[in-house]
């Protein structure tokens, strides 16, 4: 007879902090470290998510509506809840890494964010049914981003994603994880003081006989016959990306050109916007969507809260191009307050993060639906049938919550 171990856990949670806690006590500490990132002070790290907890809400008592309805429109995609998956570049979180992310979105009928430095490679995951959005810094020279761009297209992708928020300010007050330059086994000694207390996280790539990927395969190059060489090292590969010359408005407006024609018209969005002139910047050039994102405060710290600057800039360019918004997102709650400020969706981060290393695919498809029933509970609260029905002025926000950055000065003052 097998005797069930009863102290077992039970590998579904109820929210996200606890998915965050299992990830905790699971990854070696240097592989959780890197998942918390954060830059400098961490301020907007920690500003993303604490500013939601100032908006609030006003309840029925009665009245709520037996239907509630979480579909929604982006990038042209229908969408089961306004949540997608935000491309994130971890390695060694999971065996499966990407790959299991996609299968969550598919079944949980969103779209997949996939990271110019993921560790697996773009066809892989289109193959898993999963929608895939891929996501480009601007590194490398122009015939380079256009041979990534055709092999994105080539392998299924329906979008674009232009991540440009970023500033090469990485220190970190509480100091940064090593992140080793190659996963031989001279690096697996050194650091197995490290991973030896995690034999759970250990034994699930011991079952797949793969040692974490520290490669970024979609950024591998192509021969002049086509054919891919082998992928960069992930410091390979950061070294292009700092040594390439910041984007010009005009190299916006070219990427997202060469995009359209290379994939058919398929949509680009544009990722990190602050500000207003910068949200109407990126209409003139062309652009269908934007994530207004500080990058999950892993960029300029001090960039105001990503919730703080929804409204303002979906005020100004929502009616031209889908606004999105990403950035401190742990709870349905978040995505309604996100949702009733302009957003369209929301992209999330770490929240899928802490799931896949908590439970692997089953673990990011429990976040989904973590956020799916909180979003559910607030719209029955609020007494809504549906997402589209809301709007700023059912949420408690204080005043001067919002923060309207590059905003035009008024030309005539009011005496
Ligand atoms: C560990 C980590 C790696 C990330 N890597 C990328 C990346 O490769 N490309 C990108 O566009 N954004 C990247 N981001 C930013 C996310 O796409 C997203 O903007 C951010 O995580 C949202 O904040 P949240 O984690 O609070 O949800 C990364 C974020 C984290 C935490």
Redesign the pocket.
Known sequence: MKIENPWKQNPWFESVAVAQERARRRLPRPVYG????GSERGQS?QS??TAFAEIGFAPHVAGQLPDRDQRTTVMGQEVSLPVLI?????QAVHPEGEVAVAHAAAARGTLM?L????SKPIEEVVATGARTFF?M?WTGERDVMLQRMQRAADAGALGL?A?LDWSFSMGRDWGSPEIPEKVDLKTMVRMAPKVATKPRWLYQFGRTGQIPDLTAPNLAPSGADGRLGPAPTFFGAYYEWMTTTPPSWEDVAWMREQWAQISGEKPFML??VCRIDDARRAVDAGVQAI?V?N????NLDGTPA?IRMVHPISSAVGDQIDVLM?????RGSDVVKAVALGAKAV?????Y?WGLAANGQAGVENVLDVLRSGIDSALMGMGLSSVHELSPDQLLVPPDFHRALGAPRPAVLEA
């Open positions: 890197a998942l918390v990132a790290a993303n998510q935000s491309p994130t570049g971890v964010g990271s110019n430095f993921a996501q810094y994603i991540t990722k990190g994530s994102s990058h999950g405060g892993n990503a990403d950035g401190g997102i742990r992209m999330i981060g770490r929240a993060l």
